[in-house]
């Protein structure tokens, strides 16, 4: 069995208009006995997450999400025709004024209305330090922005058949020339591009 890596997936989660048909790909792959592909997801939800808080704030989440790409050797990001537009997890305003009096919506708890900020300190980060999780970024590019900082290999894909550039987010427009699509079109029908992602992720 080839080695098993550490792999950080970022997509857009939403049942509805997200891109979960390409992360049940990925895992498939990883899972099954004909592929070669094995890794662990390194973005999905655990026991033991703060997200199992019901108090778990952003930037609580955020912190989880620089912990996890770091013990990871590379990140996929999905990229759909709705990343663009996802602003999950920009609403902390706390760098924006004073450093008190601030509170904000708990993790998917938006009908529990607002709780004090619980971020005593604002540190500003060191060019080694992680992404601060004290900020206006989406969860999406906030993840982007940790895996850029810590120098991680970073593979772009597109939930199509083509390459679409116009879906990119405007944090990720210097990758247009490497973004790929993850689906080809086969003999059975439309398929994921196994072969690049096996190559791009360092499998032989």
């Known amino acids: 069995m080839e080695t098993e890596k550490r792999v950080y997936i970022s997509a857009d989660y939403d049942q509805q208009n997200g891109d979960t048909e390409v992360v049940d790909v990925l895992k498939q792959w990883s899972e099954d006995s004909v592929h070669k592909i094995h890794f662990v997801d390194m973005a999905e939800v655990r026991s033991g997450s703060v997200a199992s808080d019901p108090d778990c704030r952003i930037c609580e989440l955020k912190a989880e999400f620089n912990r996890q790409i770091n013990q990871s050797s590379a990140v996929i990001i999905i990229v759909g025709d709705m990343t663009a537009k996802r602003t999950a997890g920009n609403t902390c305003q706390r760098m924006k004024e004073s450093l008190w009096g601030w509170s904000c919506t708990p993790y998917k708890q938006n009908t529990n209305g607002l709780k004090s900020c619980k971020a005593e300190k604002v540190f500003t980060p060191g ?20 895996a850029k900082r810590k120098g991680k290999k970073i593979i772009v894909v597109y939930n199509s058949l083509r390459k679409e550039p116009r879906w990119l987010p405007e944090y990720l427009e210097d990758y247009e020339d490497k973004a790929q699509p993850f689906w080809i079109e086969g003999f059975w029908g439309r398929r994921g591009n196994y072969d690049y992602i096996k190559e791009a992720l360092g499998y032989v």
């Open 127 to 146: 060019p080694n330090d992680d992404l601060g999780e004290i900020n206006s970024f989406s969860y999406l590019e906030h993840e982007f922005r940790q």
